[in-house]
């Protein structure tokens, strides 16, 4: 029997993308993607207070977040 993977699957294969906060492979169901550059949720964070933020609210300097 073949077995053909199922959408949900095909999610997860083949990426290659790392975290640019935490340096781990980022899969599509839990990144967040500001400027071409992609983060997990939990990562997306703000560098001073530790915070949550999104992509509408955060500003990048030298590559750090903040809110």
């Not at 993977?5 to 781990?24: D, H, I």
């Not at 492979?25 to 933020?53: D, L, N, Q």
């Given at each position: 029997e073949?077995?053909?993977?199922?959408?949900?699957?095909a999610?997860?294969?083949?990426?290659?993308?790392?975290?640019?906060?935490?340096?781990?492979?980022?899969?599509?169901?839990?990144?967040?993607?500001?400027?071409?550059?992609?983060?997990?949720?939990?990562?997306?964070?703000?560098m001073?207070?530790?915070?949550?933020?999104?992509?509408?609210?955060?500003?990048?300097?030298?590559?750090?977040?903040?809110?």
């Amino acid at each position: 029997e073949i077995k053909t993977p199922n959408r949900v699957s095909a999610l997860f294969s083949g990426t290659q993308e790392k975290c640019l906060a935490c340096g781990n492979t980022v899969y599509p169901i839990e990144k967040v993607s500001v400027e071409g550059v992609g983060y997990h949720k939990a990562c997306f964070k703000c560098m001073h207070g530790g915070c949550v933020i999104s992509p509408s609210n955060y500003i990048a300097i030298e590559g750090r977040l903040y809110c």
